[in-house]
């Protein structure tokens, strides 16, 4: 998971270099201070994400590259909105862990409820989703019980409604907490879900008050 994130690291620096018409490699490093790590570059290049000029001074998002890293920003400077004008708090750390772990469904219902906004705290652009180009003014519900959840699927776990002390005692002793992803593999005669590599087995009331995220993995 930290590689990933960092790999996404470059990808949002190269749109923000993108955006102020920047190609240079050395730009990129000195954006990246101590993080920068040509390995990393060199695995963005072999996935077809970044393009690298034949004297190794520019780099650029190739289409599948830009198309990712769209994405990446567009959560970001929406986490960015919604934490500065609806929680009124700092926003930049917040933001930058929540276009990590968000689906695209839940990143287009924040950009409904927040009325499609079209720039971030700083000023800067917000790339448009579906949801803009629609023009949708009803939010979606985006997170579902577990036990609604298609046998087979996976999804990330939004939170745990615990009824009593036990109950957060056995969800915590078998790593069901938010952000892990499970696995359904069965609704009868018990819940069988998966769970960092466990199997585990639940009944109808602990899968009803367990959430996952649509669409988040």
């Known amino acids: 998971m930290k590689t990933k994130n960092e790999l996404d690291e470059y990808l949002e620096q ?7 018409g920047q190609t240079s490699v050395n730009t990129l490093r000195r954006n990246l201070t101590d993080v920068y790590n040509m390995k990393l570059v060199d695995r963005l290049s072999s996935e077809g994400l970044v393009k690298i000029s034949q004297d190794a001074k520019d780099i650029t998002l190739t289409s599948i590259g830009e198309r990712q890293a769209r994405q990446l920003i567009r959560a970001h400077r929406l986490a960015e909105r919604l ?3 609806v929680l009124g708090s700092e926003f930049e750390d917040a933001a930058c862990e929540f276009e990590h772990t968000v689906s695209l469904t839940l990143v287009n219902s924040i950009c409904t409820m927040l009325g499609h ?3 971030c705290p700083h ?3 917000i790339p448009e989703g579906e ?4 023009s949708e003014k009803t939010v979606l519900n985006c997170s579902i019980p577990l036990n609604q959840l298609k046998v087979g699927t996976s999804a990330r ?3 745990v409604k615990s009824l009593n002390d036990q109950q957060i005692h056995r969800f915590e002793g078998l790593c069901v907490r938010p952000g892990v992803t499970v696995k359904l593999h069965q609704k009868y005669p018990t819940y069988v879900i998966e769970c ?4 585990i087995a639940l009944d109808n009331d ?3 008050n367990i959430s996952v995220w649509q669409g988040s993995v």
């Open 83 to 85: 934490i500065h004008d």
């Open 157 to 159: 776990i939004a939170y």
């Open 206 to 208: 602990i899968a009803a």
């Open 117 to 119: 906004p079209k720039q």
């Open 131 to 134: 949801c803009c180009q629609r």
């Open 14 to 20: 190269l749109w923000n270099m993108k955006e102020a």
């Open 196 to 199: 960092e590599g466990a199997h």
């Open 123 to 125: 000023g800067l652009p």
